[in-house]
């Protein structure tokens, strides 16, 4: 089956953009949300396997959101965005439960390679 | 209004604790009372024009227009065979449109179809033994004794309007 | 021609003209209240996002502008500068040569130089007094006639384009009700008003239809990809052509047909481009080519699916069809390739391994069939054995309205589709022959066979229709051929009404399960009329025949 990705992001540019190069890679992208509130809401109703979590939201930081999401989706792997500058949020994210993080801007390559190997590590732990 | 009357005799008992109400619309069928929970029901109108569909069962009369929305008309006393012989429909009936969980469906009856307003404890569920008759003891939620003696069979609509209820062609129900 | 690329262009420019616009305003706001919070996140948040959105497009000047401010309004954020004095100056500036670059960009035309900016926001960053050169005080007289940019795209739910397209149905419906009863009283005030709305609805309905226009090619620039999987996995190598992405469709008549064009695709490559051995054998050149093409015809919007492989092996299919009892060999034989490969979209024909081994052509194809009959589409095949297959998928532009035809059975009115209508007939009975029960004539040199539409509408139950006679034919019969996959019907009617621009609503539950009606339209008279699902009258027909 298909892996399910939920993808947070505010911009409808860079949501668009990681859709297009996630369902071309033949995974299924069951929700995109804008903000915080609808990231939780949407991870609750979709259960996805991976969620694409930018770092700066606009009702919330990302790292709030994360925290959220790790409560109402635990099983979920969570892979943050974000463009360079913000590395002391990653970290941060990384310590709260993000597997990985992608650089803005990405290559098609570079996203396939770090969703590909945080869902990889998901088949592991349930193996 | 006598629905009213009948909310506030019935509430004096426990004055402390609300007594939980039911509207129901409540319609002729036979020479039976029916009644239906209000939220189950979108509307109540004169019934318009009904176009016969081929290949449906003879207890749906048709499709009709009902603001745009078309939706199937359903005879309940053709379904549950409730209708006294050489009784058919009037000209002019009325239909009342019940809301299933993502259609909506017209059910057509002789006299306008008044509202009622009794407490929740006054209707008993309906007894487990009739579960399979196949009829409409299958669908009732429980009956309703209305203090002057008279009943009232409230109908769950949920378990009425599944398509698969609806498409039921009464004869096949025994043997399939 | 529209590619995925000019499609992220118009999104960015959109997005960042919307970023710009938000911009401004906060700024505004902060210049009233220095301190104030959620503004300072939203600059923030919309610098980061600018300088993210530009680098991934390439913009890297206006990404190092957006980048420099966004560690600026960091700073201004975590209270180590504060937005007053010449601060302020820089950022609003900064602004403003963000808003230059990306009308520059919109315009395709170089971006402004902004090094002295940049340079002063460095110093801003390292706790240094920007320097300002003569010439720029003069700059900021042009502020008040700085144009105010609003983004020409509005991103809109498909959902929010389907409600408005339900209800200009509902008003061309009214429309016609009212230019009918116009009609009827002649009342020339009233008629000339009438034809008024006529006109303007009709002006409102296609701008609602061209509201819902895609370019073919969102969905064909997905194809390089499958492509490339499909002849990887096979070993096979091919040439991917597109061409007429800029061909306007409807998004959702795209979206259903998304799933059988992916299957035709993936069919043309495993099994109707040959390997690099067997084209070699065959004189080919290595290379596969596969051309995916979409093209209007009149009001049809068609999708080729082109390749130059090994073609359908008619016989091969012809021989299928007998062994699987589709049809009889004598029968069989006098079939012409297009009614042989009608067979290929039977469902479960398909299925037979063979059939992919031999012919090359056949998974699934009922499953295409099935995404055109719901559209009221059609599929057209041509095929030359050694030299290559082109499926054709002939699509309606948009959803909401169809020619149809009005037809009288019983005194209802019924709707059939033009799509698969052929031609209209007045037979009279020495025209009609009786042959085993069924009634036959001829049209166009071919035998068509005729069925009263009464008898399938009413029909009930598994038995065959009954045994025509000569006694059911009594007069002038009136007959309508209609045509679904090759295979004409005459469809004997009581009467024909008109010919009918209908828009079709979709039979709500539980009604949808029956297949014959393919939905239903309401006519200017209020009254509500079914319409007919040619296919599925073609197969009751094939299944219930004497």
Not at chain 3, 152 to 158: A, G
Not at chain 3, 392 to 402: D, E, G
Not at chain 3, 452 to 463: K, R, V
Not at chain 3, 511 to 539: E, M
Request: proline share 5%.
């Amino acid at each position: 089956m298909n892996k399910r990705i939920l993808i947070v992001d505010d911009s409808f540019y860079m949501r668009t953009m990681l859709k297009n190069m996630l369902t071309d890679a033949g995974y299924e992208v069951v929700g995109e949300a804008a903000n915080g509130a609808q990231a939780v809401e949407m991870a609750t109703s979709t259960s996805p396997d991976l969620i694409t979590l930018d770092v700066i939201l606009p009702d919330n930081t990302g790292l709030d959101v994360l925290k959220s999401l790790r409560q109402v989706q635990p099983t979920a792997k969570v892979v943050m965005c974000s463009a360079v500058g913000q590395e002391v949020i990653v970290n941060e994210a990384i310590e709260n439960g993000a597997l990985a993080y992608i650089v803005k801007p990405f290559s098609e390559e570079k996203v396939l390679e770090i969703v590909g190997a945080a869902l990889q590590n998901d088949a592991e732990q349930t193996a | 209004m006598a629905d009213i009357e009948l909310a506030a005799s019935s509430s004096k008992a426990e004055r402390a604790k609300p007594v939980e109400m039911v509207q129901l619309i409540v319609f002729r069928l036979g020479d039976e009372d029916y009644g239906i929970r209000i939220e189950q029901v979108k509307e109540v109108t004169v019934t318009p024009e009904v176009a016969r569909m081929p290949k449906t069962p003879p207890f749906i009369k048709g499709i009709a227009n009902l603001r745009g929305d078309i939706i199937a008309i359903l005879d309940l006393e053709e379904r549950f065979r409730l209708r006294p012989a050489g009784r058919e429909l009037p000209e002019r009936s009325y239909t009342v449109a019940v809301e299933a969980a993502d259609y909506t469906l017209g059910l057509v009856v002789r006299e306008v179809p008044r509202p009622l307003t009794l407490p929740l404890s006054q209707i008993e569920p309906a007894p487990e033994f009739v579960q399979d008759t196949g009829a409409r003891d299958k669908y009732l939620e429980g009956i309703a004794k209305l203090p002057d003696g008279n009943i009232i069979i409230v109908l769950d609509m949920r378990k009425l309007l599944t398509p698969s209820e609806v498409m039921r062609l009464p004869g096949k129900t025994a043997s399939k | 021609m529209k590619t995925r690329d000019q499609e992220y262009r118009e999104m960015f420019m959109a997005e960042a003209l919307e970023y710009y616009d938000s911009m401004s305003r906060h700024l505004s706001e902060l210049e009233r209240n220095p301190s104030a919070g959620p503004a300072l996140n939203e600059l923030f948040r919309l610098m980061h996002n600018l300088k993210a959105n530009a680098r991934a497009m390439g913009f890297t000047d206006l990404g190092e502008m957006a980048h420099h401010l966004e560690t600026l309004f960091g700073l201004i954020r975590d209270q180590q500068r504060t937005f007053s004095g010449a601060l302020t100056r820089v950022v609003f500036a900064g602004v403003d040569a963000m808003g230059a670059m990306i009308r520059a960009i919109g315009a395709n035309q170089p971006l402004p130089d902004a090094q002295a900016l940049i340079e002063n926001l460095d110093r801003l960053v390292r706790g240094e007094e920007p320097v300002f050169e003569e010439d720029e005080v003069a700059e900021t007289d042009e502020e008040a006639g700085k144009k105010m940019e609003l983004s020409d795209l509005v991103y809109i739910q498909v959902k929010k384009l389907d409600n408005l397209l339900n209800l200009v149905g509902e008003l061309v419906i009214d429309r016609d009700r009212i230019m009918t009863l116009a009609q009827e009283l002649d009342n020339p005030a009233l008629l000339a008003t009438a034809q008024h709305l006529f006109r303007i609805s009709d002006d409102l309905q296609y701008s609602v239809m061209d509201a819902r226009l895609v370019g073919v090619g969102v969905l064909l620039n997905k194809f390089p990809r499958v492509v490339r999987d499909v002849a990887s996995a096979e070993d096979k190598e091919v040439e991917l052509i597109l061409s007429g992405q800029d061909v306007q469709i409807d998004r959702n008549i795209l979206q259903i047909i998304t799933d059988a064009l992916l299957h035709l695709v993936r069919n043309a490559v495993s099994h109707g481009l040959e390997t690099k051995a067997q084209r070699q054998q065959a004189g080919k050149p290595l290379v596969g080519h596969l051309t995916l093409s979409a093209m209007t015809e009149r009001d049809d919007v068609l999708i080729q699916v082109r390749d130059d492989g090994r073609g359908i092996d008619t016989e091969a299919v012809r021989r299928k069809a007998v062994e699987r009892g589709l049809t009889t060999a004598n029968i069989a034989a006098t079939l012409d390739e297009q009614a042989v490969w009608a067979f290929l979209f039977e469902p479960g024909f398909s299925m037979a391994s063979k059939i992919t081994d031999i012919s090359g052509r056949g998974v699934g194809l009922d499953v295409v069939k099935l995404a055109l009959d719901s559209l009221g589409g059609q599929l057209r095949v041509e095929s030359e054995l050694g030299a290559g297959t082109t499926f054709t998928l002939v699509l309606p532009t948009s959803i909401a309205v169809k020619g149809a035809l009005l037809i009288e059975v019983e005194e209802r009115p019924y709707a059939v589709p033009l799509m698969h209508t052929d031609t209209v007939l007045a037979l009279q009975p020495e025209q009609i022959s009786v042959v085993g029960g069924v009634l036959l004539t001829h049209f166009q040199g071919q035998p068509v066979p005729l069925v009263p539409l009464q008898l399938l509408l009413n029909d009930e139950g598994d038995e065959p229709l009954p045994l025509a006679t000569r006694n059911d034919v009594q007069g002038a019969q009136q007959v309508l051929v209609v045509n679904y996959n090759n295979r004409r019907l005459g469809l004997v009617v009581d009467r024909f009404i008109r010919q009918q621009n209908i828009v079709i609503k979709p039979l709500s539950k539980p009604l949808d399960t029956i297949d014959l009606f393919g939905g239903v339209t309401l006519l200017g008279s209020g009254q509500v009329c079914l319409v007919l699902d040619v296919p599925a009258l073609t197969r009751l027909f094939i299944t219930k025949r004497p």
